[in-house]
């Protein structure tokens, strides 16, 4: 493996404090309500460079009082949304993807930085979260209701309403795309947002926050909660402004989401983990498949819902993809988020690295054995950052735990499969149904997969390919809802029915005569 190095010209701290003064107007870490910072009071929480393993800044975690503020905030907001034109909401939601455009290169910078997402990944993320916003702004004006020719003299017809507050929580793997791909529907729909992006990566959100005023959007539309989930997070579902809960994360989390929601009677849409089949039978594209299978598991280091961390090959061609996949993998450039030729960063946090490691060992200790990588590199060793090399496992079999749980970072497990039906039995085989692919010649085995595999997105001979156009969401264990697409509007709005009486006679109207 090669690792690349670079020396930063100005330390994390300094450099993120002067992004964060030229983007929000100040360097402090605060949470962004109603147009403006606004400090916590809760137990004070550090932001830690994964590159480096040094806490580059501290802030407080949000208490019930910026709670409150952003509720309000939200509620007034919301109403002032409502009353402007589908078409005025569409314009200011295209100016906010023109205003992510235009900001593209710190952002890009700060998502690498406090994220430690390579550069050169983070600096393509805001041309697709800018379109996610004039995605949306086409919908605005065609959210059109239905006329129902009911049995009766009656006019009726149906209005979808925005449900009004929504709470959005989002994890620290990608948190520049997963508050833009939540932010952008729900208010499209007319809706209001209290977002709590994770404790650990909240600066991108603030500064879409920001933008999104910058653009034009009443002060509160967006409000950005810099604190922790137990603590602020639960205080956003618990308000009573809130009235949809949407959450980004592991299904752990999703269950106690659902239920701190399902207490107060509130719809959720939860998008969890994944364990996702990436199936290889013996008339692909060898070569084609094995890069396939390294973007599908390596890119982001492995920490994507959709990732594809298990890797189902036909058993004639095990060996070959096996070989050549691990020393492939070997090659891949690993480093620091900012060095232009790395193509994988380090794992987000010392826990999460902790975790992956010990997922490692424990698949090793019941029999599966590593082709390639395993620990940190040698090169990075002195970094101090949570580098875990790509890995490739191999001999994992459907017992194993690292064969049915999410690992959330640089692992391929490797199996093999002797026939179609094994193949999807195989796939099938853990309680997630979020993604999956398959890698065939043969068009009707292509789609016999595409419809047998319980998955909520399918790939054929591609991998990892989604889009705000196309619906987003999983089965299962993987969550339930859809969060892109002209789906997602469905979840962001109620049905209203209207009955209007037409008719000129009392009697017909209300089936009697006047007395």
């Not at 991108?204 to 950005?224: D, F, R, T």
């Not at 101090?384 to 497990?413: C, K, N, W």
Request: charged share 15%; hydrophobic share 45%; with cysteine.
């Amino acid at each position: 493996m090669t690792a690349h190095v670079t020396e930063i010209d100005l330390d994390t701290a300094t450099e993120i404090a002067g992004l964060l003064k030229t983007l929000l107007g100040s360097a402090e870490v605060q949470s962004y309500v109603a147009g403006g910072l606004m400090r916590g009071t809760g137990d004070m929480l550090a932001l830690t460079d994964p590159a480096t393993g040094d806490v580059f800044a501290t802030f407080a975690d949000a208490g019930q009082e910026v709670v409150d503020a952003a509720a309000t905030a939200a509620q007034v907001a919301q109403g002032e949304w409502a009353a402007k034109t589908a078409a005025e909401r569409g314009r200011i939601m295209f100016e906010i993807g023109r205003q992510i455009r235009a900001h593209a290169a710190p952002l890009a910078r700060l998502e690498a930085i406090s994220a430690g997402r390579p550069i050169r990944d983070a600096q393509g993320e805001p041309a697709r979260m800018a379109e996610m916003f004039e995605y949306y702004a086409g919908w605005c004006d065609k959210m059109t209701g239905d006329v129902i020719p009911v049995p009766t003299s009656h006019l009726n017809y149906t209005r979808h309403e925005p449900i009004g507050v929504v709470t959005q929580i989002t994890p620290w793997n990608a948190p520049l795309f997963t508050c833009c791909w939540q932010v952008a529907p729900a208010i499209c729909a007319g809706n209001a947002v209290m977002l709590k992006p994770s404790e650990l990566t909240p600066l991108s959100s603030l500064v879409i926050a920001a933008l999104c005023e910058k653009a034009g959007a009443p002060k509160g539309l967006v409000n950005v909660i810099a604190g922790a989930g137990p603590t602020a997070g639960q205080k956003m579902i618990d308000h009573p402004a809130t009235g949809l809960v949407v959450f980004v994360g592991s299904a752990q989390g999703g269950a106690m989401i659902a239920q701190a929601a399902a207490k107060r009677l509130i719809p959720s849409i939860l998008e969890l983990g994944g364990k996702s089949a990436n199936i290889v039978f013996a008339d692909a594209d060898i070569d084609r498949a094995i890069v396939g299978a390294q973007a599908a598991i390596f890119a982001g280091c492995g920490q994507s819902c959709v990732a594809g961390s298990r890797l189902l090959v036909h058993e004639s061609i095990h060996a070959e993809v096996v070989e050549k996949l691990s020393a492939a993998s070997a090659r891949i450039p690993m480093g620091m988020p900012l060095d232009p030729a790395t193509q994988i960063g380090p794992v987000n946090n010392a826990r999460q690295w902790s975790k992956v490691d010990t997922m490692v060992r424990r698949a090793i200790d019941q029999g599966a054995r590593i082709a390639t990588g395993g620990g940190k590199p040698e090169a990075l060793a002195g970094t101090g950052g949570f580098f875990y090399a790509p890995t490739v496992l191999d001999g994992v079999t459907p017992q194993m735990e690292i064969a049915t749980e999410e690992v959330f970072g640089p692992v391929l497990s490797v199996m093999r499969f002797s026939d179609e039906d094994e193949a999807v039995a195989l796939a099938n085989a853990t309680p997630f149904g979020l993604a999956g692919a398959v890698w065939t010649r043969d068009v009707g085995r292509a789609h016999r997969m595409a419809g047998r595999v319980r998955a909520g997105t399918f790939w054929i001979n591609s991998y990892k390919t989604i889009h705000v156009m196309s619906p987003f969401g999983g089965f299962g264990q993987s969550g339930y809802g859809r969060s892109s697409g002209r789906e997602a509007l469905a979840a962001y709005t109620t049905t209203k029915s209207v009955w209007v009486e037409t008719a000129a006679d009392p009697a017909i109207a209300f089936g009697y005569a006047p007395g």
